[in-house]
């Protein structure tokens, strides 16, 4: 069950204690849970709200209390969206692979592997179903890294499969999400 944040005016991760036996665990432990709030405005009522189904436009914009920038968002071109806004498809893919690269930066740092450059270049499936439905079926991070020190690249693509099952939204996906980094340096 999802309970509101303790102070309305605090945003992003909130993590709070919590005993008690958890699959992933195995055992008793005492869990971190993160709480996490936005706000999702639809800016599409062109007039007539949504009479019909080309009425409204499906732009709208996702924000927080104190971040930088709002994110302009729509639905995908082949659904009537805003090719110049990210769509949820979209969205969803970038934090798949700024999950994984930001525990590989992790990761590295704590084994002392320098990184220099990070760029990935992901890309995922959806099937859309004759309903309407859709559903995706896999995703492939082709994250690219320079590091500082060539004789560390075998350590440094190990970082990257335990990068991969730390990352909680790789955990949390119903398809496959793979990886193919390419390291050099």
């Known amino acids: 069950m999802y309970r ?5 005016s605090s ?3 909130q993590a709070a204690a919590s005993p008690g036996y958890h699959e ?6 005492r869990l971190k849970i993160h709480r996490y709030r936005l706000n999702t405005t639809w ?10 189904y080309s009425a409204y436009s499906r732009n709208y914009e996702v924000s927080a209390e104190s971040k930088a920038a709002k994110i302009p968002g729509s639905s995908d071109p082949a659904f009537r969206g805003d090719s110049s806004r990210y769509n949820p498809e979209e969205l969803l893919l970038g934090a ?9 930066l992790h990761l590295c740092a704590d084994a002392g ?6 760029s990935d270049e992901a890309t995922a499936e959806m099937v859309e179903h004759p309903d309407g439905s859709g559903e995706f079926t896999g995703a492939l991070l082709r ?3 320079v590091i500082a020190d060539a004789t560390r690249i075998a350590e440094a693509l190990a970082l990257h499969d335990r990068a991969h099952q730390l990352c909680c939204l790789a955990r949390s996906m119903a398809f496959p999400v793979k990886h193919e980094p390419r390291i050099t340096s």
Do not use: D, K
């Open 4 to 8: 509101r944040p303790a102070s309305p």
């Open 11 to 13: 945003t992003g991760a």
């Open 24 to 29: 992933s665990c195995g055992r008793a432990c």
């Open 43 to 52: 800016l599409g009522n062109l007039g007539s709200g949504t009479s019909a």
């Open 96 to 104: 798949l692979s700024s999950c994984h690269m930001l525990w590989v």
């Open 113 to 118: 592997i320098a990184i220099t450059e990070y």
């Open 143 to 145: 994250p690219r890294m």
